[in-house]
């Protein structure tokens, strides 16, 4: 059971390149989201998604677009990096809310993306 | 989107107890309040959660204040493993919006 996976784990992009970052879960969970980290800014949700099929804004969604096509996996792409995106990835999952455990997240160990 | 404070930093020795505020003035009567902790280098860890009452798991305390505009986790002894960032977040019950925001979290020091 591998929980939540990020690939890659690290990369390194030229301004304007174009790249999609993998989340995938074993869980069976419904709800996923992606998160970025940046020094002293603690974590800022990007998108979130509350099925397949399903995508919604967070709070800094500017410069990314995500699909949850298949319901393990939720992809977060970036169509024209930029310097300012410059930042660690943290994925999450969670179980439907209406589990009486008001299931936790599940995050993966990140991916560091440094864009020159 | 309900919001939580926290101090940005706290510091403890190495062996004491260690208390976590967090307030959530706004808190709504079917939020959870959830805790997660997030180590050097590594993704955040799931800590404890609780509605009303407190709450006890083999890593932490989640004490809810009567009126739930506060909550304090509780770290009995504390280790030199238990420095990392803890964050806060309220999550409905009843499954509104899943913006599940963190903020910057408490950056805890332990001191040998």
């Known amino acids: 059971n591998a929980g939540v996976t990020q690939t890659p784990k690290f990369r390194v992009l030229k301004t304007g390149q174009s790249m999609t970052l993998l989340c995938a879960q074993d869980m069976n969970h419904e709800y996923m989201y992606w998160y970025r980290q940046d020094p002293g800014m603690g974590l800022r949700l990007i998108h979130y998604?509350?099925?397949?099929?399903?995508?919604a804004k967070g709070e800094v969604p500017d410069g990314y677009n995500v699909s949850r096509l298949k319901k393990q996996n939720f992809l977060l792409g970036l169509e024209s990096a930029a310097p300012s995106q410059t930042s660690v990835y943290f994925c999450?999952?969670?179980?439907?809310?209406?589990?009486?455990?008001?299931?936790?997240?599940?995050f993966g160990n990140g991916t560091r993306l440094t864009v020159t | 989107d309900a919001k939580t404070t926290q101090p940005n930093s706290m510091e403890s020795n190495e062996e004491e107890p260690v208390h976590l505020p967090c307030n959530h003035s706004t808190i709504s009567g079917t939020d959870y309040i959830h805790w997660y902790r997030q180590l050097p280098s590594q993704g955040p860890e799931y800590v404890i959660h609780?509605?009303?009452s407190n709450v006890n798991n083999r890593m932490a305390s989640l004490a809810i204040a009567e009126d739930r505009k506060s909550s304090t986790l509780i770290l009995h002894r504390a280790t030199l493993r238990d420095a990392a960032v803890y964050y806060c977040?309220?999550?409905?019950?009843?499954?509104?919006?899943?913006?599940?925001?963190f903020g910057k979290g408490t950056k805890l020091t332990v001191n040998p």
């Open positions: 999450a999952s969670s179980a439907y809310y209406r589990r009486p455990t008001n299931s936790p997240l599940h």
């Open positions: 977040i309220l999550r409905e019950l009843q499954g509104g919006s899943e913006k599940l925001v």
């Open positions: 609780g509605l009303t």
């Open positions: 998604s509350v099925g397949e099929g399903t995508t």
